[in-house]
């Protein structure tokens, strides 16, 4: 009994003392990157002077050279791009939904509209229709006799109630993935969305979906949600016309580039702790949040681990992934290359949730190293993370997860202003706080200055 | 032993039972704020039809009868006013600050200046002096024979490093509030400051000063952060000339009023539970965060308790404060009548805080309260409350906590934006967020209905 006491005082000591130094440690990765962060200033220089950058664009070009560049003049010890693949879809021309009549009426008001990412645009022409607006898909399946030469609209919204809006993304993002080919199936000549979102405003949001190839591959487009609601008001009260002109295409696939920086390890330097976000955006806003955050977040871990004159045991990868948003085919190829390679990874961290308060990390492991890094919690929560919660690791980083059993997380930013401007023009510099985003990059260096030093 | 056991187990089911009651109707209040909730649409109201509402303005009127008849449509058992005297602080016109000569040389620098609250103007007339550049109080000290007859200028900024910046502004408000009677005791004719805030633009922040009367009342005005760089970087390298126009004065003592309404308690009628934010703001802005939100806070707890059929069991109060912003003459009024009608408070909340994501509260209270407080976390935390520490309840409850010993809480909300609108033209509905709004008045109602339920 007394030795069992003795163990009981005798380990929190220990714990205390040596997380003494590790609280010391991360407060100077506070203290600096407060002090000389660079990651909002690299924010701006990404999003005004290069802005939209979809994959293939020659503005993702663009942002692989300034990548390189950027990752080089913060002393990483070598800087590489690893080539990959990617699909080259363009908008190809201004997006044009408009309602051409209304009970039998003509007219003509413009719905503020966006065709969704890899879908296939009218050639410039309208495809004109009469709208099936439905709820969700239990309605098109109850109705899909009346499906055939309509454009089915689904007004599936955002369930307000989920604290958390990622649930409500979660829930809807089925339609704007699903619903073009669902309706095809049934006749569709073009399929409209409610855009994935709670904003207050009137910006479409778009976002990736992909054709089923059993079905025609008709155009596709989200609207804004007043003008979501507008058509909705209409359609289910009396018969309504739109036409919908879109121009997208994909251009063969080219060649594009995941931008990789070390820091060398100096006693494990063939295991690999990675740290990344993704350099494409869509390419109607800037991608300051989605994600710009992400990007500068890793830049800023490189520079402030350089700044202090941490060594790190193990090698540290910060990977800024081409085409999260269209193809994924960036975090395919580095998944593939380790595998190949046969590359130790012990930890992947993710960026892409936006330059938001940090509230924690999601942590994508097993239980037994999800509670290694939740014994760290004390450490973290003066930073503002205060769940190390069971949870995905992000896109990019789930191919490392699903092929190799890496362990993976990612950076959970607050959540409730993420799905307003998410994939919409609003995504941009002026949306993301500076103290915000330096939060962010402060708890991600901190997290892998832990794992790097106790292992995972 | 065995019996231990069975407390032990018996204990948490009880609890566990119990709180399962509580956090359903939790979610109830979530749901209903989250999916019929007005505090947003009201918001709007107050700050675009109403906007800059200072205590003695017209627009201040304004304010407290679109308060009243607000709340009397949200289904209070009574609104009435509570009269209090209020200060009548005019600006009078457009503050001017410029540079007027550098290192010998005519100059016409314009530099973006408000004023502080309650400072007295140069009735229109350009004070014109060379400026002594100081960082801090410790410097004027060492250089107060270089005073006379200069204008000092306090560039004392934020200190980044502070994780919560309200620390930061804590450290510098005694710049904006005695800076300028420390430097006309020494015979400056003027101060300016640098504004008390860390935001990425030029917006000058206001605030309220007081003078100290034993030395003569000179102008006063805060600079925005480019121009207290540009000023800096001039003064302390050459000689610079600045002159300062202002036109502020104080008009007479008007009537002002708080704005109450109650829902009778079924149990406890005479003992009151207190809700509150403060309805006065600065001239320049809307007071959409600086205390819009709180207003509508308030206004959101007593609508979503009506929505739910709540019947308290202790009297509640939705107080809408006047004057926090120069004087606390509403917050001081209230304090006084309850004590003169020994009222019994149980407990008071105020928000004054911002309409951000809720972290938490901070209660100021006995150690025994707290802990009863502390002990529903996981009833607050899914809805963001993660920590309820010791602290203040906010400035219009301090009174009833000073006079009466009343238990007070604030609530917390994320800090990282706030000091970077805080006071400036910048804190416009525009820079509220409609869930983060919204889900601050859940977590207040989720508190006081807790309180109402079990005491405190």
Same mark, same amino acid.
């Not at 990752?71 to 990617?86: H, I, K, W």
């Given at each position: 009994?007394?030795?069992?006491?003795?163990?009981?005082?005798?380990?929190?000591?220990?714990?205390?003392?040596?997380?003494?130094?590790?609280?010391?440690?991360?407060?100077? =990765? /506070? @203290?600096? $990157?407060?002090?000389?962060?660079?990651?909002? @200033?690299?924010?701006?220089?990404?999003?005004?002077? =290069?802005?939209?950058?979809?994959?293939?664009?020659?503005?993702?070009?663009?942002?692989?050279?300034?990548?390189?560049?950027?990752?080089?003049?913060? +002393?990483?010890?070598? *800087?590489?791009?690893?080539?990959?693949? $990617?699909?080259?879809?363009?908008?190809?021309?201004?997006?044009?939904? *408009?309602?051409?009549?209304?009970?039998?009426?003509?007219?003509? =008001?413009?719905?503020?509209?966006?065709?969704?990412?890899?879908?296939?645009? /009218?050639?410039?022409?309208? *495809?004109?229709?009469?709208?099936?607006?439905?709820?969700?898909?239990?309605?098109?399946?109850?109705?899909?006799?009346?499906?055939?030469?309509?454009?089915?609209?689904?007004?599936? +919204?955002?369930?307000?109630?989920?604290?958390?809006?990622?649930? &409500?993304?979660?829930?809807?993002?089925? #339609?704007?993935?699903?619903?073009?080919?669902?309706?095809?199936?049934?006749?569709?000549?073009?399929?409209?969305?409610?855009?994935?979102?709670?904003?207050?405003?009137?910006?479409?949001?778009?976002?990736?979906?992909?054709?089923?190839?059993?079905?025609?591959?008709?155009?596709?487009?989200?609207?804004?949600?007043? @003008?979501?609601?507008?058509?909705?008001?209409? &359609?289910?009260?009396?018969?309504?016309?739109?036409?919908?002109?879109?121009?997208?295409?994909?251009?063969?696939?080219?060649?594009?580039?995941?931008?990789?920086?070390?820091?060398?390890?100096?006693?494990?330097?063939?295991? #690999?702790?990675?740290?990344?976000? %993704?350099?494409?955006?869509?390419? *109607?806003?800037?991608?300051?949040?989605?994600?710009?955050? +992400?990007?500068?977040?890793?830049?800023?871990?490189?520079?402030?681990?350089?700044?202090?004159?941490?060594?790190?045991? %193990?090698?540290?990868?910060?990977?800024?992934?081409?085409?999260?948003?269209?193809?994924?085919?960036?975090?395919?190829?580095?998944?593939?290359?380790?595998?190949?390679?046969?590359?130790?990874?012990?930890?992947?961290?993710?960026?892409?949730?936006?330059?938001?308060?940090?509230? +924690?990390?999601?942590?994508?492991?097993?239980?037994?190293?999800?509670?290694?890094?939740?014994?760290?919690?004390?450490?973290?929560?003066?930073?503002?993370?205060? /769940?190390?919660?069971?949870?995905?690791?992000?896109?990019?980083?789930?191919?490392?997860?699903?092929?190799?059993?890496?362990?993976?997380?990612?950076?959970?930013?607050?959540?409730?202003?993420?799905?307003?401007?998410?994939?919409?023009?609003?995504?941009?510099?002026?949306?993301?706080?500076?103290?915000?985003?330096?939060?962010?990059?402060?708890?991600?260096?901190?997290?892998? #200055?832990?794992? @790097?030093?106790?292992?995972?």
């Amino acid at each position: 009994m007394k030795k069992l006491l003795l163990l009981l005082l005798a380990a929190p000591f220990a714990a205390t003392a040596q997380q003494n130094v590790d609280s010391l440690f991360i407060k100077k =990765i /506070s @203290d600096e $990157v407060f002090t000389n962060g660079k990651a909002y @200033d690299l924010l701006r220089d990404l999003t005004k002077n =290069i802005g939209g950058r979809l994959a293939g664009s020659p503005q993702f070009a663009k942002a692989t050279i300034w990548g390189k560049k950027t990752l080089e003049s913060l +002393g990483a010890d070598n *800087v590489y791009l690893q080539e990959c693949m $990617v699909p080259h879809w363009v908008r190809g021309g201004k997006d044009k939904v *408009v309602i051409t009549e209304q009970n039998g009426k003509k007219v003509n =008001i413009t719905l503020d509209a966006l065709a969704l990412g890899n879908s296939l645009g /009218s050639n410039g022409k309208p *495809v004109e229709a009469e709208v099936l607006a439905v709820k969700d898909f239990a309605e098109l399946e109850k109705r899909k006799d009346e499906v055939k030469g309509k454009i089915v609209y689904y007004n599936y +919204g955002f369930n307000p109630t989920y604290v958390v809006p990622g649930q &409500a993304y979660g829930e809807t993002g089925v #339609y704007r993935r699903n619903g073009p080919s669902r309706a095809a199936k049934y006749g569709a000549v073009a399929v409209l969305i409610r855009s994935l979102t709670e904003a207050t405003d009137n910006n479409p949001h778009t976002g990736a979906m992909a054709y089923n190839d059993s079905f025609p591959k008709i155009p596709a487009a989200a609207l804004g949600l007043y @003008d979501a609601d507008k058509l909705w008001n209409a &359609a289910t009260k009396e018969k309504v016309k739109v036409s919908v002109t879109t121009y997208a295409k994909f251009l063969p696939d080219t060649i594009g580039h995941n931008v990789i920086a070390e820091l060398k390890g100096t006693e494990f330097p063939n295991q #690999y702790i990675t740290v990344g976000g %993704h350099l494409d955006s869509w390419d *109607v806003n800037e991608g300051a949040n989605d994600d710009g955050a +992400g990007i500068v977040h890793t830049m800023e871990v490189l520079r402030v681990l350089k700044a202090l004159g941490y060594q790190p045991k %193990h090698t540290l990868r910060f990977v800024l992934f081409a085409n999260e948003e269209n193809g994924l085919r960036g975090g395919n190829k580095y998944a593939e290359e380790a595998k190949a390679k046969n590359e130790q990874h012990i930890f992947a961290l993710e960026s892409d949730n936006g330059g938001f308060t940090p509230r +924690g990390f999601s942590l994508g492991m097993s239980k037994d190293k999800i509670a290694k890094i939740q014994s760290w919690i004390n450490l973290l929560k003066p930073y503002g993370s205060e /769940s190390l919660d069971e949870g995905g690791g992000g896109a990019d980083v789930s191919p490392l997860q699903r092929n190799m059993q890496t362990p993976v997380a990612e950076l959970r930013p607050d959540n409730q202003r993420y799905f307003d401007i998410h994939h919409a023009r609003s995504d941009v510099f002026e949306n993301v706080n500076k103290r915000e985003l330096l939060l962010g990059a402060i708890n991600m260096a901190a997290l892998i #200055y832990l794992i @790097d030093k106790y292992g995972l």
